[in-house]
């Protein structure tokens, strides 16, 4: 633009420059120029000719003055020099005069100082308004260039020293900046070199001046040159990297020297100056191209520590209270601001990048995806993903998250990673909080549960570092969490609420507002999340400074859901009362005086007033008593009361519970029901006979009694037998809470009998009526319920006498179980008590499990009837596979039933049981007892050792494993299904849910040598038992009983730890400690304790400990256990491939071994088949060769059972029989195919040798395929047609994918082996085909559906192979033909013998239209190849008759 204006003023300058040149004429005529010219000095040829051009040359501080355009100036300079007789010396005369004339410091500042335009009378548009400096204007004349460029830079040392003058202003620079932007540089390679000379000697700011003006002075082809210099220049100094990469982005450099000089800069990052940083960082980011994105973001990735730009947390806090306190900001806290400066400037370095180039983008992400280590992953990696997402781009958005998650998943970015991001880069972040919140609710939305405990560390962290807006924004955004009614996702968020509250109650507090507002969304949350939520607003009503408000309105809220009749909420009233309570009445901390800061007598009357609210509310019903007595409990063992009101409950609790629930022995208890009373289960010595009983029968004919009088309007007793066991419960912890974990006032009630009645009853139930059997079941519930609750509360004690009683009650329980199991089976249709009364609802949930013997009939008695309905033609053509599959169906319906007659399953009612604490679990600990340590001695004596019997063992495993499974195995977060009633999954683990996964996996990692012991035990005992039979199962003097027991035993211990170490917790890094610990323990039963082994050491001893155990497995169940539980151990570490082969060769030997009964029968059922398809599917994954496995099956087993009768088994396969022909068939077609897909695709790039081993591998998968394939001619029944159609059409759209190609690429070079293959493969196809065509005839809806697919895939195939020939220039070897449809038999179909034929039978049947137009296209005609072998063809010619 300046230019612009230059060049018009040009156009002016010229219209008046002849008047000028005229008037000048008139004064001196031109002979008078001529005698001047020779008397003209050397010194006065500069000034002269300056003058005569238009230039006024000015001494001190006054610049310079111009009276013509500086364009014209140059002109007359020109001119003046061609024309002159001394021409070409007066042009160093010209120079010299200059030289002198800038000899004065003064003179040569004006001359490089713009000149000031000076204007005739009454002129106004022959100058300029803007003109060039005197030096400037001079270097724009070609003849003048090179000499006065060499004076300039002959000048310029002298002003090194001192730049500055005394106006401020830098001569150095002004200097340079006259060489900038010349319309021609006449010698430019030479001025190249002067200023690279003068780089050399010149200081610091000098050569920085120079180099950012390099790309302004020089031409672009001189670039790569100075590039060049540069580059060596960068290598030896470091504090001109700034100026030379400003430099290098703005010279024209080719692709091959910008990537050398790029790697200059790389290797010198280390070394950089920390503000100069974000200049390297932009530079080698805007300086990639596509294709080396990779590999230079790689680089830069593993280069750049951005930890060590920041300061310590530990001076950051200082900086934080010296600005908070208003004093003056310290040198330190400068240097941690200017860091974090550093820090946002190069983050949005790498944000401008990816802005601008989408490989940048995809880089980033790939360099993070390639990160495998823990260590490895730094910060950069975390800001990088934030900058990922917080792009407009979704492709970017997406690719974040999925790292992210991945990363997160398998630990390798964990929550200390993210902690100290937030930490050491909150100003940086906070720029980015949009993204982390969005990140966040990602995360814990997530189904995957590993990935929702990092999505609330990054709320957590959000909240702590960021401002007021991003604190109320996170609240904001927990709310909408807990109202999604997701499981897992409100969870998480109520607890990362809980944890804000407990840390910073002060920082919460004025966001109450938007967490009382959940309080409208009660309907939609358990009574564990209910319980958390009132745990919060209880906390900020007390803690907080906004709690008044808070308080006054919970108050509301409690007294309304109190006085509510719906027991939903009077539910919700009470467990927010009794949480309110808890706040309310906790105990504060010590003064600074350790004075103890009591409860003020108003706060007391308002607590106590509340209390009674509470009883008297729950006293309407049996239910809300109990859930009040069961939260009273949790409060007071999961917080610190006040004394006082620990006392005012605990006293109460003790006098309610004698007076309602102990009575006195009398010499005759008087019967309050039509059985008879009964005193049991006394524990006391004869000596010292019990004179108290827990009242339990005589109370539950009061509460039947009472139910029949509430129907007539009287008021409700609140003695109850459903509050038995909750208040005993409350009673307990009270007890401990006051007495220091001492239960001496209460131990008696250990020991204490119950009155119940004579269970001889149980074997009459057939003659009792509904209302006497539910009686019974309903006391043998509130019995057990109530010997759970006393093993909860003494099992903790030590003395051997209470251990003992603790192993009775446990007895006791086993043994009314099995009362119970045979009870219910007498009373279907029979509700239990509830005992766990925070459920969802109280309501009945368990209805058709309770008699499974009358379901199975009914559903067998549905299906009969509804079997006449279907069309004739249908049930004809079926009736022949029915018969086949019933008898298979029959045998396991009569296991079922033979299992069924004992009782039922007691499974199914757990959630009317009262829960265990995790404490019981600890009996374990005690020794196995089975019959071969029993004696006389044993029996008549005291035992000094407390003993475990394998019925408790039982008990205690499998409550064990529910345990496991509900915190240790995590189920994706699912949402509600509308309008749709479930079960609650929660019901029994209230007291589970309070502890933490890690919790749960630390205190079963205590059990392990005990776990281990009964393992070895279970070993021990089924040896015992070989060695004694001659390796006999069912010999003559096993004890059935005892042997179903130690079977079950060794199932569940399996069991128990397959789920402990199928922990995903063990892969973060915090837990690593945990884990080894777990793993030295079955390490170091093997070998003796020695130095401290690794994590692959220790994998592999525990691999071989468990291996120890294989002999002795009892049965294929326990069997799949083991190999599952091998394969989860061997994940945490160690040799995989080893591994692999060990697992297959333990598999193999399990699905080759021949499975007994105790009773002499084979295994089988259900639960066998089961176990038999993932024991077979883990042997052909982990088996070297799959291919030559299922060979080995097919031509072994399958070939020996053909003709074998129905109960014999295969000899080299003893599991396989046509039993389980079913199984095997599925297993193997679907591994088959499973391994064809990881077949390599044939490319034409391949060898000889490489396609010879893929046509190998393919020629073994079709064989095997066709093996598989025919059999179905032999074991025809529905299911087997239907795998084969199922898995053939997958095999086959395989082999077209990854199979064809490869045929194209080697047809020319194996000719045979490829007509081989087509010619075995063409085989199985035309088998496939009279499938459909059995498909069709037998209109079995789960058969045709696969019939499209498989015909279009058939179809595919040989247009593919024509297509292969064509490739191949064979294509005369193809034709067509037609395939006539038969049936599995190879029978041919009648209505399909002719056109005519056909179309009379589809007018006479109309059922056959419903076939698709895509079928009856199909099944006409197929289109098959053949190639000419005369002509180098692949195919032998096709019979036509098939």
Known sequence: MMRKRRSSTVDNAEKHAPSSTKAKRSRTTGRQS???????????????????????????????????????????????????????????????????????????????????????????????????????????IEMLQTLIINTLLEKLPEYMVNSIDDAGLSIPRIIINQLKWLDRVVDCKELAAKLMELLSVGPVDVQRDIITSLPEILEDSLHNDIAQDLNSLLKENTQLTVAILDALSSLNLSSSLLTEVRGAVMTTLAAVQLEDLPVVVKFILHSVSASDAYEVVCNLRRKLELEQCVLPPVLQASQSRFKGKGAVVSKSATVASDSQDIVTLIVDAIKSAMRFQKALSEAWLKAIESVEELEDHKVIDLLVLFILHSTNANHSRRGAERVLKAKVRTGQIPETLLQKTFQDNTEVLRGYFPSILALAQNLLRSPDPCVVPFGGHMYRHSFTAFDSYCQQEVVGCLVTHVCSGVGGEVDMALELLCSLVMENPSEVGPYAVFIKGILDYLDNLTPQQIRRL???????????????????????????????????????????????????????????????????????????????????????????????????????????????????????????????????????????????????????????????????????????????????????????????????????????????????????????????????????????????????????????????????????????????????????????????????????????PVANFDGESTDVILLSTAAPVHKTKKNGSEKKRKAPGKNTLEGNSQMEDKMEEDETQQELEKDKEKEARHGVN??????????????????????????????????????????IGPAE?????????????????????????????????????????????????????????????????????????????????????????????????????LQVLNTIFSWFGFSQPGHRRLLKRALGVMAGRLKEEGPELNLELLVKHSLDYLLNFHSTIPNLSSALTLSQLLSTVAEKGGNPVAFKEQNASLARGFLTQQWMTVTGEKQRGNKFNEALQALLSIYLRNVDDVLKAVEEITQEGFSQIINASKDESSAAWPTLSKHTFLVFYKVLMTELEKSVRRIPIGKSSDSSEAQSEKLLTWNLAVRDFHI???????????????????????????????????????????????????????????????????????????????????????????????????????????????????????????????????????????????????????????????????????????????
């Open 34 to 140: 001529k005698v001047s010219a020779p008397e003209e000095s050397t010194a006065s040829v500069f000034s002269v000719f300056l003058r005569e051009a238009g230039v006024t040359l000015k001494h001190g501080g006054t610049p310079n003055e111009i009276a013509v355009d500086q364009v014209v100036f140059q002109r007359r300079i020109q001119k003046k020099l061609q024309k002159s007789p001394r021409y070409p010396d007066i042009v160093q005369e010209f120079i010299s005069g200059l030289e002198s004339h800038i000899d004065d410091a003064d003179r040569f500042r004006n001359c490089l100082l713009p000149c000031v335009p000076t204007l005739p009378e009454g002129d106004t548009s022959c100058v300029s308004s803007f003109h060039e400096s005197l030096l400037r204007m001079l270097l724009g």
């Open 534 to 832: 009132f745990h919060v607003l209880s906390r900020l009503a007390f803690r907080s400074q906004q709690g008044s408000h808070i308080q006054d309105d919970m108050h509301i809220v409690i007294r309304k859901q109190l006085s509510s009749t719906a027991p939903k909420y009077k539910r919700i009233g009470i467990i927010g009362a009794v949480m309110f309570i808890g706040s309310m009445g906790a105990l504060k901390p010590k003064t600074k005086d350790n004075q103890k800061d009591l409860l003020s007598p108003e706060t007391f009357r308002q607590l106590s007033a509340l209390l009674e609210l509470v009883q008297s509310s729950s006293e309407t019903s049996p239910e809300a008593s109990a859930l009040y007595y069961d939260e009273l409990a949790n409060l007071v063992q999961t917080s610190t009361l006040d004394p006082q009101v620990q006392e005012k409950i605990g006293k109460r609790v003790l006098d309610d519970f004698q007076a309602e629930f102990v009575v006195d022995l009398g010499p005759e208890i008087q019967d309050s029901f039509s059985f008879p009373a009964r005193v049991m289960y006394d524990l006391e010595e004869e000596e010292t006979q019990a004179v108290i009983a827990v009242n339990l029968m005589p109370l539950l004919a009061k509460d039947v009694h009472s139910k029949a009088k509430q129907h007539n309007g009287d008021k409700k007793d609140n003695k109850s037998s459903l509050c038995l066991s909750p208040f005993f419960r409350l009673l307990r912890l009270c007890e401990e809470k006051q007495n220091h974990e001492g239960l001496d006032e209460i131990d008696a009630l250990l020991g204490c009998p119950l009155i119940l009645t004579d269970m001889d009853v149980v074997d009459k139930m057939e003659s009792l009526s509904k209302v006497e059997k539910e009686f019974l079941c309903t006391l043998l519930f509130h019995a057990i319920n109530w010997f759970r609750e006393l093993v909860n509360a003494f099992c903790r004690l030590k003395e051997t006498e209470m251990k003992m009683k603790v192993m009775t009650r446990l007895q006791n329980i086993t043994y009314l179980q099995t009362l119970l199991e045979q009870a219910l089976a007498e009373t279907p249709g029979y509700i239990p």
């Open 906 to 947: 007691m499974a199914s009612y757990r959630q009317f049981f009262r829960e265990l604490d995790m404490e019981v679990l600890s009996v374990v600990q005690c020794g196995l007892l089975s019959c071969s340590l029993l004696d006389s001695e044993l029996q008549t004596k005291k035992r000094e050792e407390v003993l």
């Open 953 to 1053: 063992l039982i008990f205690l495993l499998e409550d064990m494993f529910h345990k496991l499974e509900f915190s240790l195995t995590a189920a994706p977060a699912k949402r509600r299904p509308f309008l749709k009633v479930k079960a609650d999954k929660n019901v029994g683990f209230s007291h589970l849910q309070q502890k933490s996964p890690k919790d749960v996996a630390t205190f079963f990692v205590q059990l392990l040598p005990a776990l281990c012991l009964h393992l070895e035990n279970c070993h021990n005992y089924f040896q015992t038992l070989l060695s004694e039979n001659d390796g006999m199962v069912d010999g003559p003097t096993v004890d059935i009983q005892e042997h179903h027991l130690i079977s079950s035993c060794c199932q569940l211990l």
């Open 1268 to 1442: 598989l394939v025919n059999l179905v001619k032999v074991f025809d029944s529905r299911s087997v047609v239907n795998v084969c159609l199922k898995y053939g059409r997958l095999f086959l759209e395989s082999f077209l994918k990854l199979g064809m190609p490869l045929l194209d690429f080697s047809f020319k070079r194996h000719k045979e082996d490829v007509q081989n293959l087509l010619k075995t493969f063409q085989l199985s196809t035309r088998q496939l085909h009279h499938m459909c065509g059995h498909s069709k005839i037998r209109q079995d809806t789960s058969l045709t559906n696969h019939v499209p697919a498989v015909k279009k895939s058939l179809e595919l195939f040989v247009y593919r192979v024509k297509a292969m020939l064509t490739l191949n220039n064979c294509q005369e070897a193809f034709w067509i033909g037609n395939l006539k449809n038969r049936n599995l038999k190879g029978e041919e179909i009648l209505s399909q013998r002719c056109p005519e034929s056909e179309e009379e039978e589809e007018e006479q049947q109309p059922p056959a239209q419903d076939l698709s137009e895509e079928e009856e296209q199909g099944s006409d005609t197929e289109t098959l190849s053949r190639v000419n072998r005369e002509e180098n063809g692949a195919l032998d010619d096709t019979d036509e008759s098939d």
